[in-house]
């Protein structure tokens, strides 16, 4: 009996320096959206003063859209009480064969805060009914170029 206490005592401090010395998520990642429409969110990432988010080779869904766009908001996400929303940039290149949309934040204010985008709104409209792909999305928390 005790050597399987034992063991059980091994495996778990093991398993607790495996998490201890796991490496941190970066801020930085990226992704696709497929049928993203109005109130879409973003998976959150730690962020402190700038964040700037990219959208290359968008492919509108027209159902209600009159415009080649989508509008992009940065929001905090804050436990309990609203999440704060940020300024909204309005993506159009990359419903352009191919190109990149590029939005940038940097009134975020200091402090490591979770932050999340969310699509405002699709087409021109913020009710729901168009939706867009988009090929890349790529999320960087660095200011360095």
Request: charged fraction near 20%; charge should be neutral; include cysteine.
């Amino acid at each position: 009996m005790k050597a399987k206490a034992r063991a059980a005592s091994v495996t778990a401090m093991a398993s607790v320096m495996l998490l201890a010395l796991a490496p941190q998520a970066l801020a930085n990642w990226s992704s696709v959206i497929n049928s993203g429409g109005t109130g879409f969110e973003s998976r959150r990432w730690s962020d402190e003063l700038y964040s700037q988010i990219k959208f290359t080779d968008c492919t509108l869904h027209y159902l209600t859209a009159s415009k080649r766009e989508t509008d992009v908001a940065i929001w905090r996400d804050i436990t309990v009480l609203p999440d704060d929303k940020y300024d909204t940039k309005t993506f159009t290149a990359c419903f352009s064969g191919g190109g990149t949309s590029n939005g940038k934040w940097t009134d975020l204010g200091s402090g490591k805060k979770s932050v999340y985008f969310r699509i405002q709104s699709v087409g021109g409209s913020s009710t729901e009914g168009s939706t867009f792909d988009a090929a890349f999305v790529g999320i960087e928390t660095t200011q360095a170029d």
